[in-house]
């Protein structure tokens, strides 16, 4: 199995900040890497696929980098609606494999 | 707009069955892609449980293979999940989702378990 590991696992932010997600894969996936963001009681939101296509709808100051084993998403000047959590998911290969989240907070 | 809603019983005894149904609105599941079941435990991450194509080809979580069932109906356009000898550690929120290749998208909303006697 393709095991993901997502860093950091928490972060506090403020709004307007940039921040940064990682994702490492454990062997390279190309490019087949998507990213999720979750709010709580809800399902997972599509945000960006191939590892830096963004969802239609989804807004520009998302975006997603890399290749093979490492990946990272960036919002850049974050607002009050992405507080929330983010996952990323390989699917270059079964079993289907989710990094272990990140939890981003209001500081 | 492609829909999906799970349903089944919320509360499930331990060592017993579990068994959801996802229905599927807005596409013909005949028509392509695979579908799949999510969980995420109570505040915990996101555990993919397998997947199915319309043809009856299936993939599953190597984890947890001996005891799940993923099954389509084309007729009735929904594909259902069955996890046997479940325990407290099953509890958790089930979602379904389509698997474009991409990714997941859409899912449904999901449905809380609870593996409790």
């Known amino acids: 199995d393709i095991q993901l590991t997502q860093s950091p696992s928490f972060l506090s932010a403020s709004v307007g900040d940039r921040v940064t997600i990682t994702c490492r894969a454990s062997?390279?996936?190309?490019?087949?890497l998507a990213w999720y963001q979750q709010k709580p009681g809800k399902a997972p939101k599509l945000l960006i696929y191939?590892?830096?296509t963004l969802e239609r709808g989804v807004p520009s100051r998302f975006s997603g980098s890399g290749s093979g084993t490492e990946f990272t998403l960036t919002i850049t000047s974050l607002q009050p609606e992405d507080f929330a959590s983010y996952y990323c998911?390989?699917?270059?290969?079964?079993?289907?494999?989710f990094g272990q989240g990140t939890r981003l907070e209001i500081k | 707009q492609v829909h999906l809603q799970e349903s089944g019983p919320r509360l499930v005894k331990p060592s017993e069955t579990l068994s959801l149904t996802c229905t599927v609105s807005?596409?013909?599941?005949?028509?392509?892609?695979?579908w799949g079941w999510i969980r995420q435990p109570p505040g915990k991450g996101l555990e993919w449980i397998g997947s199915?194509?319309?043809?009856?080809?299936?993939h599953y979580n190597p984890s947890l293979k001996s005891r799940v069932t993923i099954s389509v109906g084309t007729s009735q356009n929904h594909l259902s999940l069955k996890v046997n000898s479940v325990t407290a550690a099953d509890t958790a929120v089930y979602y379904c989702?389509?698997?474009?290749?991409?990714?997941?998208?859409?899912w449904g909303q999901g449905t809380l378990v609870t593996v409790s006697s």
């Open positions: 807005g596409y013909f599941i005949s028509s392509g892609y695979y």
């Open positions: 199915i194509f319309h043809s009856g080809n299936t």
């Open positions: 998911q390989q699917v270059n290969s079964y079993p289907i494999t």
């Open positions: 989702a389509r698997e474009n290749g991409q990714g997941l998208d859409p």
């Open positions: 062997q390279g996936i190309s490019n087949y």
């Open positions: 191939a590892a830096s």
